[in-house]
T-cell receptor, first 110, second 114 residues
């Protein structure tokens, strides 16, 4: 079983809509969780991290964590074409490793 | 430099050859990670250094892969007897400390084994 699982998509949403990206993890010892964005042909860049149950908001982005369900999500409000990218969920284990999911490809349609 | 620097950006080699990939992290970053990313996949963890020592090398796929970081800064990933299945983008990332989890990635080294 993979450490971090994501629906690979692709996910298409119209411009201005909410995009919802989901992720589950297997290691209950995972302490913190990260969302990275990766444009085609580029390296990943950090969008947000979360380590407490509940929601964390940063501009148009909201990360949600439910440790009981081992579930992490990222909501993107007012989606823009420039948000079109692959979104990678990552979990940090007790050994300070960061494991990534396979990523979800998001397309925002103008 | 300001960011993580990886060289070469592209490497084409023949099956069975030896390859070295270099990573120069952000100055002052003590943690350094190597990942491998195949097309359509997320980064796959290979090895992580804290300072000069490999804190976790459990992701190295077999003994053909080896990495060093002798002075706690630049790291070299070494692949012996390359196979076609080694073809991927090798990403290096560094972090100020191994606690925060914000990794800064280089642009990667694309390895193609013919």
């Amino acid at each position: 079983q993979k450490e971090v699982e994501q629906n690979s998509g692709p996910l298409s949403v119209p411009e201005g809509a909410i995009a919802s990206l989901n992720c589950t993890y297997s290691d209950r010892g995972s302490q913190s969780f990260f969302w990275y964005r990766q444009y085609s042909g580029k390296s990943p860049e950090l969008i947000m991290f979360i380590y407490s149950n509940g929601d964390k908001e940063d501009g148009r982005f909201t990360a949600q964590l439910n440790k009981a369900s081992q579930y992490v999500s990222l909501l993107i409000r007012d989606s823009q074409p420039s948000d079109s990218a692959t979104y990678l969920c990552a979990a940090k284990t007790g050994a300070n490793n960061l494991f990534f999911g396979t990523g979800t490809r998001l397309t925002v349609i103008p | 430099g300001a960011g993580v620097s990886q060289t070469p950006s592209n490497k084409v080699t023949e099956k069975g050859k030896y390859v070295e990939l270099r990573c120069d992290p952000i100055s002052g970053h003590t943690a350094l990670y190597w990942y491998r990313q195949s097309l359509g996949q997320g980064p796959e963890f290979l090895i992580y250094f804290q300072g000069t020592g490999a804190a976790d090398d459990s992701g190295l796929p077999n003994d053909r892969f080896f990495a060093v970081r002798p002075e706690g800064s630049v790291s070299t990933l070494k692949i012996q007897r390359t196979e076609r299945g080694d073809s991927a983008v090798y990403l290096c990332a560094s972090s100020l400390a191994a606690l925060g989890g914000e990794l800064f990635f280089g642009e990667g080294s694309r390895l193609t084994v013919l």
